[in-house]
Protein backbone atom coordinates (compact mmCIF):
# COMPACT_ATOMS: atom_id res chain seq x y z
CA UNK A 1 0.00 0.00 0.00
CA UNK A 2 1.35 3.57 -0.58
CA UNK A 3 0.92 5.66 2.11
CA UNK A 4 2.79 8.63 3.77
CA UNK A 5 3.30 9.28 8.03
CA UNK A 6 4.07 12.09 9.60
CA UNK A 7 5.73 12.53 12.82
CA UNK A 8 7.09 14.54 14.89
CA UNK A 9 4.93 17.14 16.28
CA UNK A 10 3.86 18.27 18.99
CA UNK A 11 3.42 20.81 21.78
CA UNK A 12 6.67 23.12 21.35
CA UNK A 13 7.44 26.77 22.55
CA UNK A 14 8.05 29.78 21.09
CA UNK A 15 11.24 30.54 19.55
CA UNK A 16 12.35 26.69 19.54
CA UNK A 17 12.68 24.40 16.71
CA UNK A 18 11.19 20.96 15.72
CA UNK A 19 11.59 18.55 13.40
CA UNK A 20 9.07 16.83 11.77
CA UNK A 21 8.94 13.52 9.93
CA UNK A 22 7.56 12.00 6.46
CA UNK A 23 7.91 7.87 6.11
CA UNK A 24 7.02 6.86 2.66
CA UNK A 25 6.23 3.33 1.96
CA UNK A 26 4.98 1.36 -1.02
CA UNK A 27 6.81 3.45 -3.69
CA UNK A 28 10.21 4.30 -4.58
CA UNK A 29 10.64 7.17 -2.40
CA UNK A 30 13.42 8.80 -4.26
CA UNK A 31 11.45 9.09 -7.74
CA UNK A 32 9.24 11.69 -6.40
CA UNK A 33 9.55 15.46 -4.95
CA UNK A 34 7.78 16.05 -1.98
CA UNK A 35 5.96 18.46 -0.64
CA UNK A 36 4.99 19.66 2.76
CA UNK A 37 1.33 21.65 3.85
CA UNK A 38 0.23 23.30 6.88
CA UNK A 39 -3.20 24.04 8.21
CA UNK A 40 -3.80 26.06 11.00
CA UNK A 41 -7.53 25.42 13.18
CA UNK A 42 -10.47 26.23 10.90
CA UNK A 43 -8.23 27.59 8.38
CA UNK A 44 -7.46 26.49 4.27
CA UNK A 45 -4.35 24.72 3.23
CA UNK A 46 -1.08 26.51 2.73
CA UNK A 47 2.28 25.22 1.64
CA UNK A 48 5.16 25.04 3.05
CA UNK A 49 7.96 24.12 0.84
CA UNK A 50 8.91 20.88 -1.72
CA UNK A 51 11.81 18.89 -2.48
CA UNK A 52 12.19 18.13 -6.33
CA UNK A 53 12.73 14.41 -7.07
CA UNK A 54 16.57 13.23 -6.71
CA UNK A 55 15.70 13.38 -11.29
CA UNK A 56 15.16 16.71 -11.07
CA UNK A 57 17.73 17.86 -9.37
CA UNK A 58 16.24 17.69 -5.68
CA UNK A 59 16.30 21.32 -5.06
CA UNK A 60 13.96 23.02 -2.82
CA UNK A 61 11.71 25.94 -2.97
CA UNK A 62 9.62 27.23 0.05
CA UNK A 63 6.75 29.88 0.67
CA UNK A 64 7.79 32.94 0.59
CA UNK A 65 6.46 34.07 3.98
CA UNK A 66 8.88 30.97 5.91
CA UNK A 67 12.06 30.99 3.56
CA UNK A 68 14.53 31.24 6.02
CA UNK A 69 13.56 29.45 9.22
CA UNK A 70 11.81 26.28 7.41
CA UNK A 71 14.40 23.67 5.75
CA UNK A 72 13.63 20.65 4.24
CA UNK A 73 15.45 17.63 3.98
CA UNK A 74 15.20 13.57 2.62
CA UNK A 75 16.97 10.48 3.18
CA UNK A 76 15.72 8.51 0.21
CA UNK A 77 17.61 5.53 1.72
CA UNK A 78 15.30 5.56 4.20
CA UNK A 79 11.89 6.90 2.57
CA UNK A 80 12.12 10.02 4.80
CA UNK A 81 11.48 13.77 4.00
CA UNK A 82 12.28 16.17 6.91
CA UNK A 83 10.86 19.40 7.68
CA UNK A 84 12.95 21.51 9.94
CA UNK A 85 11.24 24.35 11.67
CA UNK A 86 12.77 27.31 13.72
CA UNK A 87 11.84 30.25 15.52
CA UNK A 88 8.73 28.95 15.70
CA UNK A 89 5.86 31.66 16.62
CA UNK A 90 2.21 31.16 17.68
CA UNK A 91 1.28 31.35 14.32
CA UNK A 92 3.00 28.12 13.08
CA UNK A 93 0.38 26.21 15.16
CA UNK A 94 -1.19 24.28 12.50
CA UNK A 95 -1.78 20.48 10.89
CA UNK A 96 1.33 19.68 9.02
CA UNK A 97 0.72 17.45 5.64
CA UNK A 98 3.46 15.99 3.54
CA UNK A 99 2.44 14.79 0.09
CA UNK A 100 3.79 13.19 -2.73
CA UNK A 101 4.26 14.96 -6.18
CA UNK A 102 3.01 13.40 -8.90
CA UNK A 103 2.61 14.43 -12.83
CA UNK A 104 -1.74 14.10 -11.65
CA UNK A 105 -0.53 16.62 -8.98
CA UNK A 106 -0.33 15.61 -4.85
CA UNK A 107 -1.66 12.14 -5.27
CA UNK A 108 -0.65 10.99 -1.75
CA UNK A 109 -1.00 12.59 1.42
CA UNK A 110 -0.44 11.61 4.96
CA UNK A 111 -2.59 12.10 8.24
CA UNK A 112 -0.93 15.02 9.21
CA UNK A 113 0.83 15.66 12.33
CA UNK A 114 -0.30 18.68 14.68
CA UNK A 115 2.07 21.46 16.02
CA UNK A 116 1.40 23.62 18.53
CA UNK A 117 3.46 26.37 19.44
CA UNK A 118 2.47 27.95 22.73
CA UNK A 119 4.12 29.02 26.33
CA UNK B 1 -0.15 36.69 -8.97
CA UNK B 2 -1.83 36.96 -5.62
CA UNK B 3 -3.40 33.70 -5.39
CA UNK B 4 -6.74 31.74 -6.06
CA UNK B 5 -10.12 33.52 -5.50
CA UNK B 6 -12.83 30.92 -4.61
CA UNK B 7 -16.37 31.43 -3.27
CA UNK B 8 -16.32 30.53 0.26
CA UNK B 9 -19.15 28.47 0.93
CA UNK B 10 -21.55 27.14 -1.41
CA UNK B 11 -24.68 24.57 -0.99
CA UNK B 12 -26.35 22.32 -2.82
CA UNK B 13 -29.67 20.08 -2.57
CA UNK B 14 -29.35 16.42 -2.50
CA UNK B 15 -28.88 15.20 -6.25
CA UNK B 16 -28.53 18.76 -7.74
CA UNK B 17 -25.86 20.10 -9.83
CA UNK B 18 -22.96 22.34 -8.58
CA UNK B 19 -20.36 23.97 -10.36
CA UNK B 20 -17.57 25.95 -7.64
CA UNK B 21 -15.11 27.99 -9.49
CA UNK B 22 -11.75 29.17 -8.35
CA UNK B 23 -10.06 32.48 -10.32
CA UNK B 24 -6.57 33.63 -10.61
CA UNK B 25 -3.93 35.09 -13.29
CA UNK B 26 -2.02 31.71 -12.91
CA UNK B 27 -4.58 29.72 -14.22
CA UNK B 28 -3.98 31.60 -17.89
CA UNK B 29 -0.62 29.61 -17.71
CA UNK B 30 -1.07 26.67 -15.67
CA UNK B 31 -3.86 23.80 -15.11
CA UNK B 32 -5.39 23.40 -11.95
CA UNK B 33 -6.12 20.81 -10.07
CA UNK B 34 -8.70 20.14 -6.96
CA UNK B 35 -8.66 18.77 -3.62
CA UNK B 36 -11.27 17.85 -1.26
CA UNK B 37 -10.88 17.49 2.42
CA UNK B 38 -13.82 16.34 4.90
CA UNK B 39 -13.58 17.33 8.35
CA UNK B 40 -10.51 15.69 10.43
CA UNK B 41 -9.31 14.13 7.23
CA UNK B 42 -6.56 15.02 4.86
CA UNK B 43 -7.02 16.42 1.26
CA UNK B 44 -7.49 13.95 -1.39
CA UNK B 45 -6.53 14.56 -5.22
CA UNK B 46 -10.39 14.86 -6.85
CA UNK B 47 -9.36 16.45 -10.46
CA UNK B 48 -5.95 17.39 -12.33
CA UNK B 49 -4.91 18.69 -15.38
CA UNK B 50 -7.67 20.80 -15.75
CA UNK B 51 -10.79 17.67 -15.96
CA UNK B 52 -8.61 14.13 -15.42
CA UNK B 53 -10.12 11.81 -12.09
CA UNK B 54 -7.86 9.64 -10.37
CA UNK B 55 -8.65 6.23 -10.19
CA UNK B 56 -11.33 5.54 -7.60
CA UNK B 57 -12.87 9.38 -8.04
CA UNK B 58 -16.67 8.86 -9.05
CA UNK B 59 -17.40 10.25 -12.51
CA UNK B 60 -19.58 12.84 -11.26
CA UNK B 61 -16.88 15.00 -10.50
CA UNK B 62 -15.77 17.23 -13.60
CA UNK B 63 -13.64 20.21 -14.33
CA UNK B 64 -13.09 22.49 -16.87
CA UNK B 65 -11.16 25.63 -17.34
CA UNK B 66 -10.93 29.18 -19.56
CA UNK B 67 -9.26 31.81 -19.06
CA UNK B 68 -8.43 32.75 -15.63
CA UNK B 69 -11.45 30.50 -14.27
CA UNK B 70 -11.44 27.15 -13.49
CA UNK B 71 -14.72 24.82 -12.10
CA UNK B 72 -14.90 22.21 -10.54
CA UNK B 73 -18.94 20.67 -11.69
CA UNK B 74 -20.16 17.97 -9.35
CA UNK B 75 -23.39 16.32 -11.41
CA UNK B 76 -25.75 15.04 -8.80
CA UNK B 77 -24.06 15.92 -5.09
CA UNK B 78 -24.76 12.99 -2.46
CA UNK B 79 -24.24 13.49 1.11
CA UNK B 80 -20.67 12.18 0.58
CA UNK B 81 -19.61 15.08 -1.25
CA UNK B 82 -20.40 17.69 1.59
CA UNK B 83 -16.69 18.96 2.43
CA UNK B 84 -13.68 21.50 1.51
CA UNK B 85 -12.75 22.25 -2.16
CA UNK B 86 -9.37 23.80 -2.72
CA UNK B 87 -8.22 24.49 -5.88
CA UNK B 88 -4.67 24.52 -6.18
CA UNK B 89 -2.04 25.98 -8.90
CA UNK B 90 1.52 26.66 -9.92
CA UNK B 91 2.18 30.65 -10.32
CA UNK B 92 5.87 29.92 -11.39
CA UNK B 93 8.68 27.06 -11.39
CA UNK B 94 8.86 27.94 -7.91
CA UNK B 95 5.77 29.05 -6.82
CA UNK B 96 2.53 27.51 -6.06
CA UNK B 97 -1.01 28.74 -5.30
CA UNK B 98 -4.28 27.78 -3.64
CA UNK B 99 -7.48 29.35 -3.27
CA UNK B 100 -8.94 29.68 0.07
CA UNK B 101 -11.13 26.81 -0.26
CA UNK B 102 -14.71 26.39 -0.30
CA UNK B 103 -16.46 24.73 1.78
CA UNK B 104 -19.75 23.00 0.20
CA UNK B 105 -22.90 22.05 2.20
CA UNK B 106 -24.97 19.46 0.53
CA UNK B 107 -28.87 20.03 2.15
Known amino acids: EVQLVESGGGLVQPGRSLRLSCTGS????????MIWFRQAPGKGLEWVGF??????????EYAATLKGRFTISRENSKNVTYLQMNSLKSEDTAVYYC??????????WGRGTLVTVSS | SSGLTQDPAVSVALGQTVRLTCQGD??????PSWYQQKPGQAPILLLY???NRPSGIPDRFSGSSSGDTSSLTIAGAQAEDEADYYC??????????FGGGTKLTVL
Open chain 1, 51 to 60: MRSNRSGGTT
Open chain 2, 88 to 97: YSRDSDTTLV
Open chain 1, 99 to 108: SRIAVAGFDI
Open chain 1, 26 to 33: GFTFGDYG
Open chain 2, 49 to 51: GVN
Open chain 2, 26 to 31: SLRMYD
